[in-house]
């Protein structure tokens, strides 16, 4: 499989793809007008980091309790549960009057389901496509998502001016809904990837396992921490431009939309594990311009570019599958997926209170340079490939 005219005609990728998309489009459109919400409200980077990428947080928890259920669940229920789920914690979220302790105590309660949904979708994925095709897969899922950012950063400013933040969260619950019915209606009603039942010990079996060999462990880092920090540089663009973060947003978006094609489409195979260094290398250094302040105009075109960088991730997610047991294929990217969104959402409250004492140009300089040393300090990540074997396990 290796063009988008295959990858679409796939049984099933389609719904899949489109409801992945409604996902991203409802999390940026809510996550943008909630941020701008405690910023107006509080004045404090700190709650508005927090605010915009608490969900991260409270996936560490879901990661330890809730994973193992990604391949014993029937996918078709359990995504549109999910995106129902998040559709009303959204609107929650849009109730006058609410305390900042409640806003950031039901954004990290989305965040412990968020990392279920993760593990069910792309372990999907993983069972619909082959294993030459899941990069493709994957490539597009991402591209989908730097576009939908794209919009939804643009739109979604547009409605908080227009509608007002809590009127843009409840378009955002509205959009939940309806990936809910994507879900529901264009996937058929597949079994569970893998017998037992779903338990928290299950679950740190699984990651114990998932943990024990170097090599994973070593993909897992590499995949979690260097553009973790950098996403803490994305968390501090409202308060770094205020009236502009619309746009950095979406420069961010559009900078990983580019890198996506590049990795998903034309990289030969024997160039993917070289050029994950210098990926990673290059998402953090343009955030050393940004850091001297010269200008939003500079500042946006060296976010553009520095968000090619993040195709490594998705090179990495390749190396991953071929490192995994297919039975254990949704609660490996279930991981990975939670490991890296909590490393995001950590990075987000590190920045915002390095920028509470710096300004936010300064910190981000510092987490880019932080970054960009783990990158040298991890270094490629190897090992030999274990063959992928399909079928259902006990694990």
């Given at each position: 499989?290796?063009?988008?005219?295959?990858?679409?005609?796939?049984?099933?990728?389609?719904?899949?793809?489109?409801?992945?998309?409604?996902?991203?489009?409802?999390?940026?459109?809510?996550?943008l007008a909630l941020g701008t919400l405690v910023f107006a409200a509080t004045g404090s980077p700190?709650?508005?980091?927090?605010?915009?990428?608490?969900?991260?947080?409270?996936?560490?928890a879901g990661?330890?309790?809730?994973?193992?259920?990604?391949?014993?669940?029937?996918?078709?229920?359990?995504?549109?549960?999910?995106?129902?789920?998040?559709?009303?914690?959204?609107?929650?979220?849009?109730?006058?009057?609410?305390?900042?302790?409640?806003?950031?105590?039901?954004?990290?309660?989305?965040?412990?389901?968020?990392?279920?949904?993760?593990?069910?979708?792309?372990?999907?994925l993983n069972e619909l496509l082959t294993a030459e095709g899941y990069l493709l897969g994957r490539s597009a899922?991402?591209?989908?998502?730097?576009?939908?950012?794209?919009?939804?950063?643009?739109?979604?400013?547009?409605?908080?001016?227009?509608?007002?933040p809590r009127g843009t969260l409840l378009a955002a619950a509205a959009l939940y809904a309806l990936t809910a019915a994507v879900a529901a209606l264009g996937l058929t009603g597949r079994g569970p990837r893998a017998t037992g039942r779903p338990s928290p010990a299950q679950t740190w079996r699984n990651n114990a396992l998932l943990w024990s060999e170097r090599p994973r462990r070593r993909v897992y880092l590499a995949l979690w921490l260097p553009n973790g920090l950098i996403v803490g540089c994305e968390s501090l663009f409202i308060p770094y431009a205020p009236e502009h973060a619309g746009l950095l947003f979406a420069c961010a978006a559009s900078g990983m939309l580019a890198g996506?094609?590049?990795?998903?489409?034309?990289?030969?195979?024997?160039?993917?594990?070289?050029?994950?260094?210098?990926?990673?290398?290059?998402l953090a250094a343009p955030y050393v311009i940004v850091a001297l302040g010269q200008g939003v105009p500079v500042a946006a075109?060296?976010?553009?570019?520095?968000?090619?960088g993040y195709a490594a991730t998705l090179l990495l997610q390749e190396r991953l599958m071929a490192l995994t047991p297919t039975e254990l294929s949704g609660h490996a990217l279930g991981l990975h997926s939670s490991g890296m969104i909590t490393t995001q959402g950590l990075a987000a409250a590190l920045a915002g209170a390095l920028a509470e004492y710096l300004t936010p140009a300064t910190a981000m300089g510092v987490l880019a340079v932080a970054s960009a040393a783990l990158t040298l300090a991890l270094g490629v990540p190897g090992g030999a490939a274990r063959p992928r074997v399909r079928g259902r396990s006990r694990l």
């Open positions: 499989m290796r063009t988008y005219r295959e990858l679409f005609g796939a049984p099933e990728f389609t719904p899949l793809f489109l409801a992945s998309a409604g996902q991203v489009a409802a999390q940026t459109v809510g996550g700190l709650l508005s980091g927090l605010a915009m990428f608490g969900p991260a947080l409270g996936q560490v990661a330890m309790t809730l994973l193992s259920a990604a391949d014993r669940l029937p996918p078709r229920a359990s995504l549109a549960g999910l995106a129902l789920l998040a559709g009303f914690g959204t609107a929650v979220l849009a109730v006058p009057g609410l305390p900042v302790w409640a806003v950031l105590a039901v954004v990290l309660g989305q965040g412990v389901f968020a990392c279920l949904g993760g593990g069910v979708r792309y372990g999907l899922l991402n591209m989908a998502s730097g576009v939908v950012q794209i919009a939804g950063f643009a739109i979604g400013g547009g409605l908080v001016h227009v509608l007002s996506d094609i590049l990795a998903g489409r034309f990289l030969p195979p024997a160039w993917r594990l070289r050029l994950v260094a210098p990926l990673y290398l290059l075109a060296a976010i553009a570019v520095a968000s090619v």
